[in-house]
Every structure is written in structure tokens, then in C-alpha cells.
């Protein structure tokens, strides 16, 4: 009779742990803000994203000489920045220009813009905001978690917060551990349990278990996911193989964050969209899946039309929620198919 209770008590906890994670509304994430529309990760991107009614905005957090944490997508500045024209002589010898050379005092004096390429320096979005044009610059991330939480206050709205710690074995081998800097900033900031609105994420494995395991961090962690190794069987992946993957994921985190590619393969001849299992079987072993990212001006092959594009993946595909460049449009579509 124990071991009876012992099970049943095990499965409610597992079934409370789900339902903590998974939302019954898909959430939309707004990729480095509103950044369809403004550069990506300026404050100006996140007011927007915010405005527009995201429930929780990306930072991706890299770090700079003197230990401060900054919302950068990159661990390099030359693509978002005007820092050759400021500093010409700071480049490594592969050309680049990288944050964590520059003090946070130094960063300052950029000015941000829209992306453009590193070789050709011409915008990688042609039709969004016009490069090296207005006044925009590089935030700490504390400069962007109050400017959220002051818009909380202030709308009435509850939006969240949807951590990257960049590359962080790169740092670690430049003598940084950046994962205890972040983590020490969302805690100052109030995020900390897995109630509050925050979500934690990562390309590193290692890492993304370290959080968990050895800093006993108890906020939501998203295990993100590149380029994998899983079997192909035609169209879809090997069942036994992605269970295994899931199980090994949900033993240190509540969700995943796949490729586009990776939950919707594409279309067969007569039209109907080819679905693999990701989704199913990660919901299986209690994961939420936030795949990454519905663009507009970058629509894959297998659609024509970005509200065709948002419904695959909500409506078919059964995601969780979805990282985006134009929350605005996402949220217009999702809101007409609840």
C-alpha cells in the first residue's frame, strides 16, 4: 500500500510540474524585442514589444571587460554598433570586435543599429529600420529589466523576462563565469522561484545542467536546441531516440526551444504540412516547446503568408509559444484561432 501511495504521489507531481510550465494560451516571446521593427535589443525594441502586448521579452546577455552583464545577441559588437568607426584599433586579429575587450564605459559611447552583415556591412533585413540612422545604444541588463518592470508598474501588465546567457564556455575560457553574473542580476531584480515571470535559457548543456545541479537555480530553464544529431526516419525523427533526448532534458528543465525546422518539416506533394513528433513527445515528458523564430520577411518554403505561418505552428503544430520579430502580428493571429 506504501508503494501504491508512494506512485500516486509521484504522478500528481509530476502532473503539478506540468501544469506549472505549460500555458494554456501559447505565450508569444519577443525576439530581441519588437526587433522586425527597431534594432534588435535596444531599450527602444523592448518598450515596443511591450506596448504591442508580448508576454515576455528575450535579453540575450553577453559580458564586457569589467564583469557587466549587456543585452547583446552576440559575443561581438561589429554588426550591431558603430564601434569600428569609434575604435578602429580595438579589432582581433580575426577582425572582430568583441564586448567583453571593451569596458562598460567604453560600450557606452556606441551607438546601436540595425544588423548588418560582418563581410558585406549591408543590413541582413533590407526593409527594416534603416542602419546607423537615429540614437539608439547598448543596455546593461539591469538598465532593461527595470525599464520592464517600470513598465509593469506603470501599464498594469504583467511581461516577462526570457533569459539568454550567450556562449558560455567562450567565457569561461576569457576567465569569466557568466552564468553567476546573470543569475545574480535576475535575483537582485526579484526573479528567483519558478512562479516568478522569468524563464532562463541556454544553448549549453553542460551548462544548462550546471544551472540547475551545482548554482540551484528554481527558475523555469529552457534547454534550447541547435543543430541535433537525432535520427531521421523520412520525414520525421526517431521516436526512441527524441524520447531519450526529452527524458534526459526534463530530468533539469521545464522546456525546450527548438529550430522552426525541427517541428515543422515542410509539405508533402499534395500540400499537407508535414508535422514531425518533437512537439508530442516533448509534452510527453512534461516540456513546453517555444520554437524559434516566426519572421515575416523571412518566411521558410512551405508557407506563403506569415499568418499561415503563426497558425502552423499554434494551431497544427501545438506549440507552447514562439519566439517572433513582430509580437503585434503574432498576437493578432493567435487571438483570432483561441
Known amino acids: 500500500m506504501n508503494a501504491i501511495i508512494k506512485r500516486l504521489a509521484v504522478t500528481v507531481l509530476i502532473a503539478m510540474s506540468s501544469n506549472q510550465v505549460r500555458a494554456e494560451v501559447p505565450i508569444v516571446i519577443a525576439h530581441r524585442g519588437a526587433s522586425g521593427y527597431l534594432p534588435e535589443h535596444t531599450l527602444a525594441a523592448k518598450a515596443l514589444a511591450h506596448g504591442m502586448g508580448a508576454e515576455y521579452l528575450e535579453q540575450d546577455v553577453v559580458l564586457t571587460r569589467d564583469d557587466h552583464p549587456i543585452v547583446l545577441h552576440d559575443i561581438h559588437l561589429d554588426?550591431?554598433?558603430?564601434?569600428?568607426?569609434?575604435?578602429?584599433?580595438?579589432?582581433?586579429?580575426?577582425?572582430?570586435?568583441?564586448?567583453?575587450?571593451?569596458?562598460?564605459?567604453?560600450?557606452?559611447?556606441?551607438?546601436?543599429?540595425?544588423?548588418?552583415?560582418?563581410?558585406?556591412?549591408?543590413?541582413?533585413?533590407?526593409?527594416?529600420?534603416?542602419?546607423?540612422?537615429?540614437?539608439?545604444?547598448?543596455?546593461?541588463?539591469?538598465?532593461?529589466?527595470?525599464?520592464?518592470?517600470?513598465?509593469?508598474?506603470?501599464t498594469g501588465r504583467d511581461v516577462g523576462v526570457y533569459t539568454e546567457i550567450k556562449q558560455p564556455a567562450w567565457h569561461q575560457s576569457e576567465g569569466k563565469d557568466i552564468t553567476k553574473i546573470v543569475l545574480a542580476v535576475l535575483d537582485q531584480y526579484g526573479y528567483r522561484?519558478?512562479?516568478?515571470?522569468?524563464?532562463?535559457?541556454?544553448?549549453?548543456?553542460?551548462?544548462?545542467?550546471?544551472?540547475?545541479?551545482?548554482?540551484?537555480?528554481?527558475?523555469?530553464?529552457?534547454?534550447?536546441?541547435?543543430?541535433?544529431?537525432?535520427?531521421?526516419?523520412?520525414?520525421?525523427?526517431?521516436?526512441?531516440?527524441?524520447?531519450?533526448?526529452?527524458?534526459?532534458?526534463?530530468?533539469?528543465?521545464?522546456?525546450?526551444?527548438?529550430?522552426?525546422?525541427?517541428?515543422?518539416?515542410?509539405?508533402?506533394?499534395?500540400?499537407?504540412?508535414?508535422?514531425?513528433?518533437?512537439?508530442?513527445?516533448?509534452?510527453?515528458?512534461?516540456?513546453?516547446?517555444?520554437?524559434?523564430?516566426?519572421?515575416a520577411d523571412d518566411l521558410p518554403e512551405y508557407t506563403n503568408s506569415f499568418e499561415e505561418l503563426v497558425k502552423l505552428f499554434f494551431v497544427d503544430a501545438k506549440v507552447d509559444g514562439a519566439f517572433t520579430d513582430f509580437p503585434d502580428r503574432v498576437l493578432h493571429v493567435r487571438n483570432r484561432h483561441r
Open 79 to 154: 554588426t550591431v554598433t558603430n564601434v569600428a568607426d569609434v575604435f578602429p584599433e580595438r579589432r582581433r586579429e580575426d577582425g572582430r570586435y568583441y564586448a567583453i575587450d571593451f569596458t562598460l564605459d567604453e560600450v557606452r559611447r556606441l551607438r546601436a543599429t540595425e544588423r548588418v552583415d560582418s563581410k558585406q556591412r549591408k543590413p541582413v533585413f533590407p526593409n527594416r529600420f534603416p542602419p546607423h540612422t537615429s540614437h539608439f545604444t547598448v543596455p546593461t541588463l539591469g538598465e532593461e529589466l527595470e525599464l520592464i518592470q517600470g513598465l509593469n508598474k506603470s
Open 193 to 295: 522561484e519558478s512562479k516568478d515571470l522569468a524563464y532562463v535559457q541556454c544553448f549549453d548543456v553542460k551548462e544548462t545542467k550546471r544551472i540547475r545541479q551545482e548554482l540551484h537555480c528554481q527558475l523555469r530553464l529552457v534547454q534550447l536546441l541547435g543543430a541535433n544529431n537525432w535520427k531521421r526516419v523520412g520525414t520525421d525523427f526517431d521516436r526512441g531516440e527524441l524520447a531519450k533526448s526529452m527524458r534526459e532534458i526534463s530530468a533539469y528543465a521545464q522546456g525546450i526551444g527548438p529550430r522552426m525546422s525541427d517541428v515543422v518539416w515542410g509539405r508533402q506533394a499534395d500540400g499537407q504540412v508535414i508535422l514531425t513528433s518533437l512537439v508530442e513527445v516533448a509534452h510527453q515528458h512534461g516540456l513546453f516547446v517555444h520554437p524559434y523564430t516566426l519572421r
